[in-house]
């Protein structure tokens, strides 16, 4: 599975903050090892995870001016990422292609 938008989006956010993998794990509830699943893009994020990684995010000060402000606006945004990495995963290179 290649790095998805949200894995991206996740790794800026979180290196924004100047946070380890050990901090979004603590501030998440998320364990380490799943963290650094998701940001690398080997596992695709869950309800659980967005839900985790929106109250952690948003429970911190707002560093990009892209960046959602809210709770509820984070775990939009993260739905709509993880939603197009879900797509994405589905129809990779070579899915659809003739044999």
């Known amino acids: 599975m290649s790095v998805s938008s ?3 989006f996740m790794r800026k956010s979180r290196e924004s903050r100047k946070w380890t993998l050990a901090d979004l794990s603590r501030a998440s509830g998320l364990s380490q ?3 650094s699943r998701i940001e690398s893009g080997t596992r695709l ?3 659980r995870h967005v839900k985790g ?3 952690a995010f948003s429970s911190s000060p707002q560093i990009g001016e892209n ?3 809210r709770y509820e606006s984070w775990v939009a945004h993260l739905v709509d990422l993880g939603e197009r990495a879900r797509i994405d995963a589905r129809s ?3 899915r ?3 044999r």
Do not use: D, I, N, Q
Request: proline residues 14%; negative net charge; without cysteine.
């Open 45 to 47: 994020p869950t309800m």
């Open 96 to 98: 659809w292609s003739k």
């Open 33 to 35: 090892s799943e963290v």
């Open 67 to 69: 960046e959602p402000v």
């Open 92 to 94: 990779g290179p070579g």
């Open 6 to 8: 949200f894995s991206r």
């Open 53 to 55: 990684l929106a109250e």
